[in-house]
């Protein structure tokens, strides 16, 4: 009797937590609140996403923390956005998580970046002395949102993968957000449209997908070497190539300290621009729509007022 009541225990036991439920959601964790933004969209009620990096972070400069290595260890899927972005720190947590299943080649590792045409892919050897440069290419493809309809198309393939019983609804909410992109994407070109061509400088590299997508050109950055502080040298060269060229414009990532963009700024009479790189850089950039909503009204405020 005792032994039938252990084995009923036992089976219930097995029932609870090794059968999955209907209602079971995929753990997703991703390492920029964008690629979290865009899973979300696609996943919906389906899945858990958290992002290790916040909107107002720098995602090339993250410290490793034991949180991180809990919400790894946890997640059936990890998507990174790749490109080196998250080169400084993403391999070590991977190494500690202690979780198989997210690892290099396996079903829940997903590098986002697998069919983004990647921008300023370095000629030749890339050493430390270049500063934190990326070997292939510049990771900050998020800024455009045509990038949007390819990370979203293959995070939706890798959910389906992963949980093929709710793959029509991926599908189905894939195509929602195709279609609300689209039309965003639209309104967005028209009210960028009346700023083809004007010249801005920027920071970092952060603003090369962006401004390609959106007509504008990025003629320097204050920032000589990627992650490094710029020279006196290059700051007065850069103020005097920006007094002849009139440009009155520097945008920059809101969590970079605004003092050497000041500098320039208070010379050439430019406007330093400060805006969220990611969702979540501002409370209005709440998702993936919303982050350039709030972009591309800044910007297009600061150069109609400049015009
Ligand atoms: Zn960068």
């Not at 916040?54 to 949180?67: E, I, L, V």
């Not at 939706?156 to 195509?175: H, I, R, V």
């Not at 009479?269 to 729509?289: H, N, Q, S």
């Amino acid at each position: 009797m005792k032994k039938n009541v252990f084995v009923s225990i036992l089976s219930v036991w097995i029932f609870l937590f090794t059968t999955v439920p209907s209602w079971a959601t995929l753990n997703v964790v991703t390492t920029t609140p964008d690629l979290a933004s865009i899973a979300k969209e696609i996943g919906g009620t389906f899945i858990q996403t958290d992002s290790l990096v916040k909107g107002y972070q720098d995602a090339h400069f993250m410290q490793p923390k034991p949180s991180y290595l809990v919400k790894m260890n946890r997640a059936d899927l990890l998507i990174y956005q790749g490109l080196e972005l998250e080169i400084g720190w993403l391999p070590v947590l991977l190494n500690g998580a202690r979780n198989p299943d997210i690892r290099p080649g396996q079903p829940g590792h997903l590098n986002a970046s697998d069919r983004i045409a990647a921008l300023e892919i370095p000629k030749g050897e890339v050493d430390r002395s270049m500063g934190d440069v990326h070997p292939y290419g510049n990771p900050h493809y998020n800024l455009d949102p045509e990038n949007g309809f390819i990370l979203a198309r293959v995070i939706g393939d890798k959910l389906s993968e992963l949980d093929p019983e709710n793959a029509s609804q991926y599908k189905l909410n894939l195509d929602s957000f195709n279609k609300k992109l689209q039309e965003k994407l639209a309104q967005w070109k028209n009210q960028m449209s009346p700023f083809q061509g004007k010249e801005i400088v920027t920071y970092h590299k952060h603003w090369s997908y962006f401004s390609k997508r959106f007509g504008l050109s990025v003629i320097d950055t204050i920032e000589l070497k990627p992650g490094v502080s710029p020279s006196v040298k290059h700051l007065s060269a850069l103020t005097e190539t920006m007094i002849r060229q009139k440009i009155k414009l520097i945008l920059q990532a809101n969590y970079i300290d605004s003092k050497f963009s000041n500098i320039v700024a208070e010379k050439t009479g430019a406007t330093v621009l400060p805006l969220p790189v990611f969702v979540g850089g501002t409370p209005d950039a709440k998702d993936y729509f919303s982050l350039f909503d709030t972009i591309i009204e800044k910007i297009s405020h600061v150069l109609q007022s400049n015009s």
